[in-house]
Nanobody, 124 residues
Framework: VQFVESGGGLVQPGGSLRLSCAVS????????IGWFRQSPGKEREGVSC????????NYADSVQGRFTISKDYAKNMVYLQMNRLKPEDTAVYYC??????????????????WGQGTQVTVSS
């Protein structure tokens, strides 16, 4: 099973985008699900996480206060609302499940079900 990301695009600095990740019902029920990003020449970065157990969330310092992660059980979707976008947010964004835990923590476990990613470009 692979997750499917969508919603990327080109946006001006200060703009907004909402990314979507189509997941499985099992993943929503049992795994913490995260958004990650990677830009050329940089390591992959964990952006945000949402727990299956209590829907608690966490965020990277670089996006805290600007990004919001959420999920919709009826649609089996996880979203990443990105506001006040900056050029440094430019990257390919991916979602994946941490199959070792239900609750988000400071460290990622085994990540699976990576999608193909969606490109976000922030530029004027």
């Amino acid at each position: 099973v692979q997750f499917v990301e969508s919603g990327g695009g080109l946006v001006q600095p200060g703009g907004s985008l909402r990314l979507s990740c189509a997941v499985s019902e099992v993943a929503l029920d049992y795994y913490a699900i995260g958004w990650f990003r990677q830009s050329p020449g940089k390591e992959r970065e964990g952006v945000s996480c949402i727990s299956s157990s209590d829907s608690s969330t966490n965020y990277a310092d670089s996006v805290q206060g600007r990004f919001t992660i959420s999920k919709d059980y009826a649609k089996n979707m996880v979203y990443l609302q990105m506001n006040r976008l900056k050029p440094e947010d430019t990257a390919v964004y991916y979602c994946a499940a941490d199959i070792e835990k239900r609750r988000c923590s400071s460290r990622w476990g085994t990540l699976q079900y990576w999608g193909q990613g969606t490109q976000v470009t922030v530029s004027s």
